[in-house]
């Protein structure tokens, strides 16, 4: 009798808080992304032209070797395309990597623009040739037409025209352009230090990550501007299996095949690091469920009671949303001996780990080393770095560069943010509005300013 009771009593407590998210889930209005590209043909093809000259350098940047005129020539594109930006700001540069001062009315809350101008390299098949740089179907084709020719772009063409208009900005602004990004070199290193030299401590600093998105999650319908607010930290591990050797005819127990094969198995078919929403990414769902249908909807406004359960879930709805809320390890390499009769004496497996900031490098580190010693396997750490510290998306900077929309932005925000919007909206997605913002976590925040 009285388990019953107890059993009634939960339901009925289930049934209550179940009750409390629908009306919660019911009182929050619908909303609609309403942004669709509406593009100024004149305008975008000129971003066009201007993006596609930039591809057309091949600006490949490899660790080994000098490629420092290579980019000087990068440099005199830019310098056609941008003739204002290189008249009246002063420009530095090291070493390939760029650095424009534009003074500003105050100095105590500098801004840094900051991209790339390196790519990697273009292996494989190409629709359209890697630096072709060909516009078609509203689309600029080729290797850093997005990463990150576009915000160069952005960034200087942005400035462009407001040195047209005679603007002052009421911030000293730093555009910031390295040279080896996609290798982690020390291009940007050399222009923190050059800042750091000279007593500038930026204020904020947009660096590349997100986009515009068509349709983020499933049920959720139109473009949402994804700001990435931190990077996971990375790491490559190779994990070895030693053994005597000898012949396939004889096979001992415990090979090294054998050995990583149980290790790669056990990290993919067990929970091998802790799961939890970061509040950055409980922030993106609670952005995005006023656009969602009736059960998502309830779902993300109501994370106090769904949390558990969208965790059990988002590894098994894309690889995407798993990687949001933990460490995660892919396998990638695998090497053994070099015929098929032959035991190795030596085998190895490689992987590329990323870490979460709530499980970061050591914690990670340690927990798959004690996994691959189970295995009887050793493991190197060929190259690491720790995850960089999420912006504070509370704080007046990052609010800061939430324009909502470009009818709407308020005069304090500045001409500077709307020419941005504009660029960047006119030549990539060819529309002359922001469209609505959610916040990811996908991204590189200016990872060197810490
Ligand atoms: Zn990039």
Known sequence: MIILQIMMGIIGLALLLLLAAVIRTLLIPKKESTYRPDPDPERAMEYARKLSEMVRCDTVSVPDGDQREKFLAFHRVLEKLFPLVHQKLEKTEIDGNLLFYWKGEKSDRPLVLMSHQDVVPAEGAWEHAPFSGDIEDGKVWGRGASDTKCSVMAFFQAVE??????????????????????????????????????????????????GIITDPIGGIHGNFAMVGVFEKGKADVKFTAASE??????????????????????????PVFRRRMPKEVAAMFRTLAPYAGFPLKLVFTNLWLFRP????????????????????????MMSGSNACNVMPQEASVSANMRFIPHQGMEESLEIIRKLAAKHGLETKVLDANDYTEPVDIRGEAFLHTLVRN???????????????????????RKGNRCPDHGACLCADPGKHFQ
């Open 309 to 332: 359960l969208l965790l059990k879930l988002l590894p098994a709805i894309s690889a995407q949303a798993g990687a949001m809320i933990r460490t995660t390890i892919a396998f990638t």
């Open 161 to 210: 025209e407001l040195l047209a208009e005679g603007y002052i900005p009421p911030q000293d602004v730093y555009l910031s352009s390295s040279c080896t990004e996609e290798w982690g070199g020390e291009g940007c290193p050399k222009l923190v230090a050059e800042l750091e030299r000279r007593g500038v401590r930026p204020w904020l600093v947009c660096d590349e990550g997100g």
């Open 406 to 428: 470009e009818p709407h932005i308020r005069a304090d925000r500045g001409l500077l943010w709307h020419h941005i919007a504009g660029v960047r909206s006119a030549h990539h």
């Open 245 to 270: 050797g000898g012949h396939a005819s004889a096979p001992k127990a415990h090979s090294p095949v054998a050995r990583l094969a149980a290790f790669v198995n056990e990290v993919e078919t067990h």
